[in-house]
């Protein structure tokens, strides 16, 4: 096929068909994976919608199950749901829909979700990829890092009902105004017990073969430094960096897919 028909051809295409441009490469290079995309706070499983194509095409399989009290589950939040809450969720997943060698992605807050899932089940899991998100230590919460920590605990003392509202899109680096309009309409109240409670590991994910963080600097959160930090000096991590928004997922998923795959080899 000469350059012409090439260009009049990629013109008639849609996402999908660019993904599979972009990712039979990868894909070429990779035994197929499944994928289980995990989101942060605030967002559910459709903030993976566009992504999931990309990674589809390559001949992946790809979950991305919705945390207890949000997204379409929102109906659910209450002061019972807690962090383990969102850990069990996602073994939960893994084992209802028998899922082995597990690619288990976390974005954000589900740094800590991912992290979790991995220390209680490594054998489940061939690779950890948090993506610009918490990496924890034993016994830390996701207040250890929160500069409101004081406010969000008072506002969880004065009243059962209180969780925790949703930041606007732009704090996530999505200027685009649709898209934002997009993430804004979807985001629902964080169920504030998974920010209470402390993360308790045991050491399984030494056992995980493969860990890598995926950073996103364009901007950067500073809540997370310290994270990146830790993890950027842990040689056990590959570390890579994305001149993007936090919700890279959204704004960039090709870039993104194209990340995920290449962190396969």
């Known amino acids: 096929m ?9 013109a008639t295409i849609g ?7 972009v990712a039979s490469i990868a894909a070429a290079r990779s035994k197929p994976a499944t994928f289980v995309l995990v989101h942060g706070a605030w967002h559910g499983g459709w903030c993976w919608a566009r992504l999931r194509p990309f990674l589809e095409v390559a001949g992946h399989r790809v979950t991305a199950p919705t945390l207890t009290g949000l997204g ?11 962090l383990d809450t969102h850990i069990q969720d996602v073994l939960g997943h893994i084992e ?6 597990v690619v288990l992605v976390g974005h954000s807050y589900g740094g800590f979700v991912v992290c979790g899932a991995a220390d209680r089940r490594p054998a489940a899991i061939t690779q950890l990829v948090v993506l610009d998100g918490f990496v924890p230590k034993d016994g830390e919460a996701v207040l250890d890092y929160a500069p409101t920590a004081a406010a969000y605990r008072e506002n969880a003392a004065s009243s059962e009902s209180w969780n925790i509202p949703p930041l606007p899109a732009s704090a996530f680096g999505v200027s685009d105004p649709a898209d934002a309009e997009w993430i804004n309409r979807r985001l629902s109240p964080q169920p504030v017990g998974t920010y209470l409670q402390a993360l308790k590991l045991a050491g399984g994910i030494a056992s995980v073969a493969k860990l890598a963080y995926i950073s996103c600097s364009a901007p950067a959160l500073a809540v997370l ?6 993890v950027r000096a842990d040689p056990r991590w590959r570390f890579v960096e994305l001149a993007e928004g936090h919700d890279v997922m959204v704004t960039q998923p090709q870039r993104l897919s194209e990340t995920l795959l290449s962190l396969l080899a």
Do not use: P
């Open 15 to 21: 996402m999908v068909g660019a993904a599979a441009a």
């Open 2 to 10: 000469d350059r012409r028909h090439i260009l009049r051809a990629s």
């Open 225 to 230: 430094d310290a994270t990146k930090q830790r």
């Open 96 to 101: 209802a829909e028998e899922l082995s060698d």
């Open 72 to 82: 379409e589950r929102r109906h659910l939040i209450s002061r019972a749901v807690t």
